[in-house]
């Protein structure tokens, strides 16, 4: 499963948060990358001992781009959308790389859009504006959450 879906109803409100499911935690990653680059280390010394110097160069470079998809994929691991429906407002919330956006507007004003095509995001619309969510959720998953989203805000209007 490439995300996880958590729906909490609070007082007063319902909240929907859709994270990556990333296999492995940050640490257990890091382990995984420091035992391969170790191993490269390793040949690398071994071959250098025998005269072939030019091997530990090219093991400088595996190292450097383990270290730069490490660090891509902990910039990314934590990114996550949280919609949170209330009586009075509709929030969204979403952290993309470090960067945290978010929009709010009146319950009264959105209206959830979903055709079910695939790879079509689910869209919140207000008042001119449009915020597209769900890109956690895989495309069998989408109009459930549309369906729910749909419900919880006509919930408040009537």
Do not use: K, T
């Amino acid at each position: 499963m490439p995300y996880r879906w958590i729906h909490v109803a609070e007082a007063g409100s319902q909240q929907w948060l859709l994270r990556r499911n990333c296999a492995l935690s940050p640490r257990q990653l890091a382990v995984c990358f420091a035992s391969v680059g170790l191993v490269s280390l390793l040949i690398a010394v071994g071959f250098a001992a025998q005269g072939a110097w030019l091997v530990v160069p090219f093991a400088g470079v595996e190292l450097g781009a383990l270290a730069v998809a490490f660090v891509v994929h902990a910039r990314h691991a934590g990114d996550y959308e949280r919609i949170v429906v209330g009586p009075d407002r509709v929030l969204v919330e979403r952290l993309h790389g470090g960067d945290l956006a978010s929009v709010e507007c009146r319950s009264s004003w959105v209206r959830v859009e979903y055709d079910g095509a695939r790879r079509e995001l689910i869209r919140l619309v207000a008042a001119g504006s449009e915020m597209s969510v769900g890109r956690f959720v895989p495309d069998d998953g989408r109009g459930q959450l549309a369906r729910e989203l749909r419900a919880s805000v006509a919930g408040w209007r009537g």
